[in-house]
């Protein structure tokens, strides 16, 4: 059974009892681990995956290690769907979401050539075009060269897509200029690095978003040709979830002719809601934007997005391999597929995203992330009238920031590393006014009162020791 082939005729056949296997481990590691993560901190889970792993490349194999292996990988997991772990941007995935996933796995296509992945090419066209029309609604317009349809890339997620939004300004302009906010996340500097740029123009973020007035005095210093320089604005930022002032922004970047990107790596997920979708207002001014749905959209990992409002950006992707894309394949009409990222080799991570988007529909997605922001406003309320917590300010999305009151910024930090520990809970940290911040980002749409409650039982009590 170990030499089966998960594709094929007998593929799931194969599959089915090696599925019951790891379904089984998985549910007797999650008992091994009865908190959100290990006890013990680091030596700890060393030592246990030590003991299960052995010799990692032994002379004879072992029927068992499946089995083995998966357990003690589950038992040392941080589990994001349990309703304390809560630190990070690290979504407890959707079931149908991971079964889909499974038969990528299982398939195997590789968006690299046509042949490679017939229908997974398609479903990619189809799928990424559709979510590129919700950071880009339609205007009415009939589409022509002019006003070509706006696109979208799957990428690894917002690392890789913001890293591709600066390569594509660079080609427009190649001495282009990256201005960003203290908030920015940190991929965009070392995109800036990577990619040989001048050092990034940091403008303040008083507030914790982007000063308008400030990037207004930056781009004037800076003057230059239209295009020349690229302002980079966050919708969600990762330490408290803070939404820039967009509409401002936009503006000011259409009066100096600067190009916009924005980073809605977090915050793009308030698109699948009604009821939070006007706070992206001025997203769709931008050139590119990137999205995470492995955060506000619970995929597996990985489930990154750029979003592109003139595919006519993309072209200097164009790449020619004459084993993957024959000029007269293309011109027999196979598809290229070379120009849709810089990997060659690329799993259909897009058909996990087709199937949630289609089980669900915009109603199921836009209720979890309405239901998330009302943890979090939840949350906030119980800390704000709490006698032994501070708040830092009502959610944004939905990301809380707190610290026991009076509490020294050394305190702060012992009690999450000692939650930690102890493995009884996840607590992320973030500073922000010269303070340390306890973080809570609530990703799991089943958490309910009485786990926020137990939360912040747990901080209190290991504050007063």
Known sequence: MSTALASGPQGPDNLRPLLATVLDALRTGAADRPGPLPAGGPPAVAAHLREALGDPFPEHGDDHALHTLVRAFAAGA???????????????????????DLAASALNPSLDSWDQAPAASELETLVTRALAAEVYPPTGQTATAATAVPDALVTTGGTESNQLALLLAREKHPHVRLVQAENAHHSLHRAAWLLGLPEPVTVPAPSGTMDPAALDQALTALGGPPGTVLVAATAGTTDAGLIDPLPEIADICETHGARLHIDAAYGGGLLLSDRHRPRLDGLSRAH?????????????????????????????????????????????????????????????????????????????????????????????????????????DRPAISTVLFRPAHATDAAVADVRRTLLTQGRAVLGRARLDHRLWLKVTLLNPHTGPDDLAALLKLVEGHTAR
Do not use: M
């Not at 309703?83 to 995935?93: G, I, R, S, Y």
């Open 78 to 100: 941080a589990d994001p769907a349990h309703p304390l772990c809560t630190a990070h941007l690290h979504c407890p995935p959707l079931a149908v979401a991971t079964a889909a």
């Open 288 to 392: 590119t934007v990137t999205l995470d749905l492995h955060k506000l959209g619970w995929q597996p990992v990985a489930a990154g997005l750029l979003a592109v409002r003139d595919p006519h950006d993309l072209h200097p992707l164009t790449h020619h391999a004459d084993y993957l894309n024959a000029d007269d394949d293309t011109e027999a009409g196979l598809p290229d597929l070379l120009g849709r990222s810089l990997r060659t080799t690329r799993r259909a991570d897009i058909l996990k995203i087709a199937v949630t988007l289609r089980t669900l529909g915009r109603n199921g997605l836009g209720a979890l992330v309405d239901q998330v922001c009302a943890h979090a406003t939840t949350l906030a309320e119980l800390i704000a009238v709490h006698p032994h917590f501070e708040l830092y």
